[in-house]
């Protein structure tokens, strides 16, 4: 059995909020680097490995599209598999949607997405085909880690009131994959109600569909806080004089663009 025709989604339309000491700056840890290579960059790249991968959609906060093109690196110049990029929504969920939509509005012949976070930029190949293969025998797939630490619910006053048997439970990662059609089904569906979802995985099965799980690796941890890149507050340092740099060569690119046309238009030949 070969490998089935896929698309891959990559969210990075997040606001970083646990990560970014900057807040309002509009520095995302996917466009920081790691050993050479962006964050984003690490958490694409795996995927083009993986034959039959037919797109890859990228969601990013809409008016960031510039930078996110930029922490892509040189993966539009590959002529490997196509890689777009998508504006994001107000939440994750939304985000995705946009993506499923374009992916469908692409009318690629495929059977399989996948759904894979931006910030898990140590993801191999392997656990790809992990959890490709399992998704073509749930039709939906997860990898997935028994959890280490003691797990316990909380009043609303943040007392323990509640203790979980470990063995029923696991954690789950990214890339979460599924049959394409059941879920841009679901997709659209939890569209139009206003439950709030965990992610893909509980759309997917809330309406009637199954995710098997498969085993998820130790590595493919998620950048979520800033000590996540050694250098990270170096880097963003260093980001936000580039950024402003870029804007104010931008004006003035558009102030002479201007101005030209000024004058062409002061001696009649515009």
Same mark, same amino acid.
Do not use: W
């Given at each position: 059995m070969g490998f089935?025709?896929?698309? !891959?989604?990559v969210t990075a339309a997040g606001r970083s909020d646990r990560f970014n000491i900057t807040k309002n700056e509009g520095v995302k840890k996917e466009y920081l680097s790691?050993?050479?290579h962006t964050?984003?960059?690490r958490s694409v790249v795996p995927f083009l490995q993986i034959p039959n991968c037919q797109a890859i959609v990228v969601t990013c906060p809409?008016?960031?599209?510039?930078?996110?093109a930029v922490a892509l690196e040189d993966l539009f110049e590959q002529n490997q598999v196509p890689v777009v990029i998508a504006n994001g929504g107000e939440s994750r969920q939304a985000s995705v949607y946009n993506a499923l939509k374009m992916i469908h509005d692409m009318a690629l012949p495929i059977d399989y997405v996948a759904i894979h976070d931006g910030a898990r930029c140590y993801i191999s190949p392997?656990? *790809? *085909?992990?959890?490709?293969?399992?998704?073509? !025998?749930f039709k939906g797939a997860v990898p997935a880690l028994p959890p280490t630490d003691a797990l316990k619910t909380i009043d609303e006053n943040g007392v323990l009131c509640g203790h979980i048997d470990r063995s029923r439970t696991v954690a789950v990662q990214t890339p979460q994959i599924f049959h394409f059609p059941e879920i841009f089904y679901a997709h659209q569906?939890?569209?139009?109600?206003?439950?709030?979802?965990? /992610?893909?995985?509980?759309?997917?099965?809330?309406f009637g569909q199954s995710v098997g799980i498969c085993e998820g690796e130790r590595e493919n941890k998620k950048i979520t806080y800033i000590e996540d890149i050694p250098d990270a507050e170096q880097q963003i340092a260093?980001?936000? *004089? /580039?950024?402003?740099?870029?804007?104010q060569s931008a004006q003035a690119a558009r102030a002479l663009h201007e101005a030209m046309q000024s004058v062409k238009q002061e001696q009649g030949t515009v």
């Open positions: 089935p025709l896929h698309a !891959v989604i790691i050993e050479g964050v984003l960059y809409k008016g960031m599209e510039d930078q996110c392997s656990l *790809i *085909i992990r959890t490709l293969a399992t998704a073509t !025998v569906v939890a569209n139009t109600n206003e439950k709030t979802y965990v /992610d893909d995985t509980e759309i997917f099965s809330d260093q980001y936000l *004089i /580039d950024l402003e740099k870029g804007r």
